[in-house]
C-alpha cells in the first residue's frame, strides 16, 4: 500500500511521544508533541490527540490540522494544547517541532524560580541561554499560547508556571533531547540551590556559547 506523504510525519511525532513516556517526561495522558508540515498553500502539523495513553496510539491516531484547527487527516480531538503549538511555530519560523511535558525537576522548578539560569555550558548551546518562565495562563487557551512565545523569545525551552516545560527544535529528535536536557538541568540547579547559592555561567561565556546556538538555528 502505497504510503502518504504525511506517514512518515505521523509515526515520527508517535515515537517521540512514546520517547517522551520512556524517558519519564510525562504520566498518564500529560504532555504534547507535535512537528510542522511542510505544505504549499498552507500552514499544517502533525500533533497528538487529547487525552489518550500513548501505549494505546498507532499512527493513524496522529492528527494532521491546519494552523486554523481545521482537520485534515484524524478523527480524535486534538491536544488541547493546539494553540500553544501554533503559535509557537508562528512566531518561530525555525522551529520544526513542539514536546511539551510535565517532566517532575522542571515543573518544580516552574513553581518556584523565575528562571533556570545558564549553570552548565551543553545548557546554554543547546537553549540559546536561560530557561525563562513564562506567565500563568490557563491551558489550552490563546492566551497561554501568546505568554510561552513571550517568554521562549528565540532560545528552545520555557517553563509554564504552574504547568510544566515546553521544548522546540529543529527537529522532532532535537526538541525531544532539549526536553529531556532541561530536566537534567533542572534536577541539579534545585540541588545546587539546596547546597548554597547558584554560580552562573560568565557572562562574555554565555554569550559565546549563545552565538553557536544561533548558528544551528540560524536567528
Known amino acids: 500500500m502505497r504510503k502518504h506523504p504525511w506517514d512518515d510525519a505521523r509515526e515520527a511525532v ?5 520517547g517522551t513516556v520512556r524517558l519519564g517526561l510525562v504520566v498518564g495522558t500529560s504532555g504534547n ?18 487525552g489518550r495513553l500513548y501505549s494505546t496510539l498507532d499512527s ?7 494552523f486554523d484547527g481545521g482537520m ?21 519560523p525555525d522551529v520544526r517541532a513542539v514536546v511539551h511535558t510535565h517532566s517532575l525537576y522542571a515543573t518544580v522548578a516552574a513553581l518556584a524560580a523565575p528562571e533556570i539560569p545558564p549553570i552548565v555550558d551543553e545548557m546554554v548551546v543547546a537553549v540559546g541561554g536561560a530557561v525563562k518562565v513564562a506567565d500563568y495562563g490557563f491551558p489550552g487557551t490563546e492566551e497561554l499560547g501568546a505568554k510561552v512565545v513571550a517568554a521562549l523569545g528565540q532560545r528552545s525551552a520555557v517553563l509554564l508556571q504552574n504547568h510544566g516545560l515546553v521544548a522546540v527544535g529543529i527537529s522532532l529528535q532535537d526538541a525531544l533531547a532539549v526536553a529531556e536536557l532541561v530536566e537534567r538541568m533542572a534536577h541539579i540547579f534545585i540541588i545546587a540551590r539546596l ?21 544551528r538555528h540560524s536567528l
Open 60 to 66: 493513524a491516531d496522529i492528527l494532521v490540522c491546519g
Open 14 to 18: 508517535l515515537a517521540t511521544a512514546l
Open 195 to 215: 547546597l548554597g547559592p547558584v554560580h552562573p555561567l560568565a557572562a562574555e561565556v554565555v554569550e559565546q556559547e549563545a552565538q553557536i546556538y544561533r548558528q
Open 72 to 92: 485534515v487527516q484524524g478523527e480524535l480531538p486534538p491536544s488541547t494544547e493546539l494553540p500553544t503549538h501554533v503559535a509557537i511555530y508562528r512566531a518561530r
Open 33 to 50: 508533541v507535535s512537528v510542522r508540515l511542510d505544505q504549499r498553500g498552507g500552514d499544517l502539523l502533525a500533533i497528538t490527540p487529547s
